[in-house]
């Protein structure tokens, strides 16, 4: 599942689109994050990218890869906190939003 509308047509069946499980809502919101701190970093990523895939056709796999690993942290710190809670416009949801954007910078500079 990549975006909403992706979502919305797993769950098409389901007039509340699946966001009664609380499991579920953490992996809308963990792909939603995932998407928007890429978009963030994206020039940074798109950096990396030049500087560590030699061969284009491995540049997929890279940032499948980084974004699997970022999804993954993203949805570790959301399983340790009451998602539906937060404000996200907040200061709570900036500095949320904040540590997951140094999480993947971090991951970034040690990707080999």
């Known amino acids: 599942m990549e975006t909403f509308r992706d979502w919305c ?3 098409e069946d389901d007039p509340e689109l699946g966001l009664t499980d609380p499991e579920a809502m953490k ?3 963990s792909a939603y994050l995932t998407n928007y701190v890429i978009e963030k970093a994206s020039e940074e990523l798109g950096a990396c990218i030049e500087r560590r895939v030699a061969d284009a056709s491995d540049v997929h796999g890279f940032y499948d890869g980084f974004k699997d690993t970022l999804r993954a942290f993203i949805k570790f710190d959301l399983s340790e906190m009451d998602a539906g809670a937060i404000n996200w416009q907040g200061g ?5 939003i904040q540590k997951q954007l140094e999480t993947a910078y971090g991951l970034l500079e ?3």
């Open 9 to 11: 047509e797993l769950h």
């Open 27 to 29: 992996d809308l919101l």
């Open 92 to 96: 709570d949801g900036k500095a949320f």
């Open 110 to 112: 040690d990707t080999p």
